[in-house]
């Protein structure tokens, strides 16, 4: 099974951008549906964005359109997740997770649609 490793995160003033970056052993990106979700203090595990296996699609939440990019590097076998123009309600602890199912270009996201979670990489936002 992928074990996922997530780092990148920090602290960052508002307005600023940070690089998440996922890891993957043990099985390769290109196999799975990839996507990054957040969890907030107090709050229920959010989707932010997805990754089809083809790279053909993604999708993203409607609150990070325009400023997040999820991307994939097959050759080092990592995700990423460029957020650009951070606000502080975005603080939060930020999972990577890499889903067998659906077709080869279906994004998935609903949580449940996963199989395989990294421990997560806490972004805070300061105002």
């Known amino acids: 099974q992928v074990q996922l490793v997530e780092s990148g995160g920090g602290l960052v003033q508002a307005g600023g951008s940070l690089r998440l970056s996922c890891a993957a052993s043990?099985?390769?990106?290109?196999?799975?549906?990839m996507g990054w979700f957040r969890q907030a203090p107090g709050k229920e595990r959010e989707f932010v964005a997805g990754?089809?296996?083809?790279?053909?699609?993604?999708t993203y939440v409607d609150s990070v359109k325009g400023r997040f990019t999820i991307s994939r590097d097959n050759a080092k076998n990592t995700v990423y997740l460029q957020m650009n123009s951070l606000k502080p309600e975005e603080t939060a602890f930020y999972y990577c997770?890499?889903?067998?199912?659906?077709?080869?270009?279906?994004?998935?996201?609903?949580?449940?649609?996963?199989?395989?979670w990294g421990q997560g990489t806490q972004v805070t936002v300061s105002s």
């Open positions: 997770a890499a889903g067998r199912g659906g077709s080869i270009l279906a994004t998935l996201k609903l949580s449940g649609e996963y199989d395989y």
């Open positions: 990754l089809s296996r083809t790279i053909i699609r993604t």
């Open positions: 043990g099985g390769t990106v290109s196999s799975y549906a």
